[in-house]
T-cell receptor, first 112, second 113 residues
């Protein structure tokens, strides 16, 4: 119940295309869902996050869609660029706690 | 304001040796978390510390692993008698409060040969 399932494991997108990464969770106590971007040799950096009181959050080219009833959330990267090539992790946590549960990651490659 | 600083960035140890990983939290942060990332996997929680206290070590292996966060100085993750399976990236994160955003360091990549 503590798992966060992430798919796909890897993704190749043409420059200018849309990258979509999906995550699903079981624990309904989770109420904060961040996405992290990790470049090789670097630590995860917070990209964008959402709470379940909204169904969508957009920041620039990055959008999170959230489906509370299905317990799923996804990251959409519009107009994908080669510089977006990185590993993306979704995570979930219950507010007031500290134990982030991470998905297994998606390695995104954007072709020039 | 420097971010979370971890050192060393890379560490190579022979089987049976000890590994010491250091983490200096962001300025003003007194909550520190250690995560382990095995190859091709997500980050897994290991331990949560506040100054001089271990709050939650439920993710830490029962043997050979220990962590501390002294009153002065960095947090230390210590792995005794390392084995090949300990090879991983170890990330430290810090936060202002336990329920506020955690910021990650760049990690220490441990290789056991």
């Amino acid at each position: 119940q503590q798992q966060v399932k992430q798919s796909p494991q890897s993704l190749i997108v043409q420059k200018g295309g849309i990258s979509i990464i999906n995550c699903a969770y079981e624990n309904t106590a989770f109420d904060y869902f961040p996405w992290y971007q990790q470049f090789p040799g670097k630590g995860p950096a917070l990209l964008i996050a959402i709470r379940p009181d909204v169904s969508e959050k957009k920041e620039g080219r990055f959008t999170i869609s959230f489906n509370k009833s299905a317990k799923q959330f996804s990251l959409h990267i519009m107009d994908s660029q080669p510089g977006d090539s990185a590993t993306y992790f979704c995570a979930a946590v219950t507010s007031g706690t500290y134990k982030y549960i991470f998905g297994t990651g998606t390695r995104l490659k954007v072709l020039a | 304001n420097a971010g979370v600083m971890q050192n060393p960035r890379h560490l190579v140890r022979r089987r049976g040796q000890e590994a010491r990983l250091r983490c200096s939290p962001m300025k003003g942060h007194s909550h520190v978390y250690w995560y382990r990332q095995l190859p091709e996997e997500g980050l897994k929680f290991m331990v949560y510390l506040q100054k001089e206290n271990i709050i939650d070590e439920s993710g830490m292996p029962k043997e050979r692993f220990s962590a501390e966060f002294p009153k002065e100085g960095p947090s230390i993750l210590r792995i005794q008698q390392v084995v090949r399976g300990d090879s991983a990236a170890y990330f430290c994160a810090s936060s202002l409060q336990s329920n506020t955003e955690a910021f990650f360091g760049q990690g220490t990549r441990l290789t056991v040969v």
